[in-house]
């Protein structure tokens, strides 16, 4: 009776994950050469792939689970996908060059998704992309609710001026990235101290920003440089997504099951810097913790000790290792202090010398994950060419010395030939004309005789 409700309830869970299936897919649409012609008539949010990719089919049950959330709260989106192998002139058309590339396309436009592959954060994409470039916050209400909700955005405070058509623009480039909202000076909250308008604002580590020309530069770079918290948990995706900013990024590399004292202590030191010298490093540094050394290790070509912090520059693969214990606040900030005056010399960068040692040690390290992953997969993609290498370097060696061999056998034969003619020649001139003289003979050379024996 146990086994029969056992089979039963597996036969109830194989149904409900055979219907979940094709209920997702239902909600996906399969794209074709018709879409381009129809797709100016909706929003589309669409993953382009590849029927081979690995990353494609790891992406295709998150994608299947973003078109059912779409479809169930009432998404404008609706969710598509299209095989890039099969309709490459389509999909080259809306500059695809990678597989997966996500898009979403809204009249004219398209907007490329960057972001982590997770069914959070790509809805959150479509629901920032397909809605208003620029939203309004009518009431205070409004403006403390988009606080809670999102953790970075950016506000333009003031009437029509050059300012706001420079944000527009800025919004229309960085849209894919963060929110960007438009208020009047009476919705901002009390808190908000502003010496001139019109201005623009973030809002982000429960404080806020105000965009300054002079200090700033251009309002693109400095809304590229501001999209992301003073404080993070770093990864690999995010250290390529801080490249673009231009800022130097101060790392904690922990062990985060570790719970020791050193550290934890790290990782605080640096949270205490990033929100206590936010004034004074916000414009040059971004502050996080990794956990682990894999990725900091590939990067810098080096072996670092866990715990330990590091600074990044990764527009130029430039880093700055300790020159110091860090026991306190104080240690860490004259630690960045000595980077921004230059009295900390930068190792790593982009240079020749550093592309041919990543080279090798990229190579080395394909090697090595081969051989840990699969050994017989690893002596058979190394030791077959080498095998091969070697038979032909073989033959190649031995080939030469065959040949002279014979051609030296050939030739001392040849001279012998000649000796030989020549003392029968000697012979027959010294033989005597008469019989009364007796001539000596000639002692032939040891080898002749032997060789007339045989």
């Given at each position: 009776m146990a086994a029969w409700r056992c089979r039963a309830a597996l036969r109830l869970c194989a149904t409900v994950v055979f219907l979940n299936m094709v209920v997702c897919k239902g909600v996906v649409e399969d794209l074709d050469e018709s879409f381009k012609e129809n797709r100016n008539d909706d929003i589309w949010l669409v993953d382009f792939y590849a029927p081979w990719c690995g990353h494609c089919k790891k992406l295709e049950p998150?994608?299947?689970?973003?078109?059912?959330e779409m479809k169930s709260i009432?998404?404008?989106?609706?969710?598509?996908?299209?095989?890039?192998?099969s309709y490459s002139s389509i999909a080259?058309?809306?500059?695809?060059?990678?597989?997966?590339?996500i898009k979403l396309l809204k009249g004219d436009l398209a907007y490329n998704y960057r972001g982590p592959r997770t069914k959070d954060d790509?809805?959150?994409?479509?629901?920032?992309?397909?809605?208003?470039?620029i939203r309004p916050l009518p009431s205070q209400q409004m403006f403390e609710h988009m606080q809670k909700r999102h953790r970075?955005?950016?506000?333009?405070?003031?009437?029509e001026s050059p300012l706001k058509e420079k944000y527009i623009d800025a919004a229309s480039e960085l849209i894919v990235y963060t929110y960007f909202f438009s208020a009047s000076e009476e919705v901002v909250p009390e808190y908000v101290t502003l010496k001139e308008m019109p201005a623009v604002l973030v809002f982000k580590d429960e404080t806020y920003f105000v965009y300054d020309e002079y200090e700033d530069g251009d309002l693109s770079s400095w809304i590229n440089r501001e999209r992301f918290q003073n404080y993070l948990a770093m990864d690999g995706f995010l250290l390529y997504e801080l490249g673009d900013t231009g800022k130097l990024v101060a790392i904690a590399v922990i062990d985060e099951k570790n719970t020791s004292v050193e550290h934890t202590r790290l990782k605080s030191i640096i949270q205490e810097v990033a929100r206590d010298y936010r004034d004074l490093f916000h414009r040059d540094f971004q502050f996080g913790h990794m956990d682990g050394n894999?990725?900091?290790?590939?990067?810098?070509?080096?072996?670092?000790?866990?715990?330990?912090?590091?600074?990044?520059?990764?527009?130029?693969?430039?880093?700055?290792?300790l020159d110091r214990q860090i026991k306190n606040v104080e240690d860490m900030v004259q630690f960045i202090n000595n980077i921004?005056?230059?009295?900390?010399?930068?190792?790593?960068?982009?240079?020749?010398?550093?592309?041919?040692?990543?080279?090798?040690?990229?190579?080395?390290?394909?090697?090595?994950?081969i051989f840990k992953s699969s050994p017989l997969m690893g002596c058979f993609l190394f030791g077959l060419p080498l095998g091969v290498?070697?038979?032909?370097?073989?033959?190649?060696?031995?080939?030469?010395?065959?040949?002279?061999?014979?051609?030296?056998?050939?030739?001392?034969?040849?001279?012998?030939?000649?000796?030989?003619?020549?003392?029968?020649?000697?012979?027959?001139?010294?033989?005597?004309?008469?019989?009364?003289?007796?001539?000596?003979?000639?002692q032939e050379p040891k080898d002749v005789l032997e060789k007339k024996k045989d």
């Amino acid at each position: 009776m146990a086994a029969w409700r056992c089979r039963a309830a597996l036969r109830l869970c194989a149904t409900v994950v055979f219907l979940n299936m094709v209920v997702c897919k239902g909600v996906v649409e399969d794209l074709d050469e018709s879409f381009k012609e129809n797709r100016n008539d909706d929003i589309w949010l669409v993953d382009f792939y590849a029927p081979w990719c690995g990353h494609c089919k790891k992406l295709e049950p998150i994608w299947n689970e973003v078109g059912l959330e779409m479809k169930s709260i009432g998404s404008p989106v609706k969710v598509g996908k299209m095989d890039a192998t099969s309709y490459s002139s389509i999909a080259s058309e809306f500059g695809v060059r990678g597989y997966p590339t996500i898009k979403l396309l809204k009249g004219d436009l398209a907007y490329n998704y960057r972001g982590p592959r997770t069914k959070d954060d790509i809805i959150e994409f479509a629901h920032r992309v397909s809605g208003a470039l620029i939203r309004p916050l009518p009431s205070q209400q409004m403006f403390e609710h988009m606080q809670k909700r999102h953790r970075v955005f950016f506000v333009y405070i003031g009437g029509e001026s050059p300012l706001k058509e420079k944000y527009i623009d800025a919004a229309s480039e960085l849209i894919v990235y963060t929110y960007f909202f438009s208020a009047s000076e009476e919705v901002v909250p009390e808190y908000v101290t502003l010496k001139e308008m019109p201005a623009v604002l973030v809002f982000k580590d429960e404080t806020y920003f105000v965009y300054d020309e002079y200090e700033d530069g251009d309002l693109s770079s400095w809304i590229n440089r501001e999209r992301f918290q003073n404080y993070l948990a770093m990864d690999g995706f995010l250290l390529y997504e801080l490249g673009d900013t231009g800022k130097l990024v101060a790392i904690a590399v922990i062990d985060e099951k570790n719970t020791s004292v050193e550290h934890t202590r790290l990782k605080s030191i640096i949270q205490e810097v990033a929100r206590d010298y936010r004034d004074l490093f916000h414009r040059d540094f971004q502050f996080g913790h990794m956990d682990g050394n894999d990725y900091i290790n590939t990067l810098l070509m080096d072996e670092l000790t866990v715990p330990t912090v590091v600074v990044l520059n990764t527009s130029n693969q430039q880093y700055f290792l300790l020159d110091r214990q860090i026991k306190n606040v104080e240690d860490m900030v004259q630690f960045i202090n000595n980077i921004l005056d230059g009295i900390v010399e930068a190792q790593g960068g982009d240079s020749i010398w550093q592309r041919l040692k990543r080279i090798v040690f990229d190579a080395k390290s394909t090697i090595v994950s081969i051989f840990k992953s699969s050994p017989l997969m690893g002596c058979f993609l190394f030791g077959l060419p080498l095998g091969v290498i070697s038979i032909m370097c073989y033959g190649i060696y031995t080939a030469d010395p065959d040949g002279g061999y014979i051609e030296e056998r050939y030739e001392v034969s040849k001279s012998e030939n000649e000796n030989q003619e020549h003392i029968e020649e000697s012979k027959e001139q010294q033989e005597p004309s008469s019989g009364g003289s007796v001539v000596p003979t000639v002692q032939e050379p040891k080898d002749v005789l032997e060789k007339k024996k045989d």
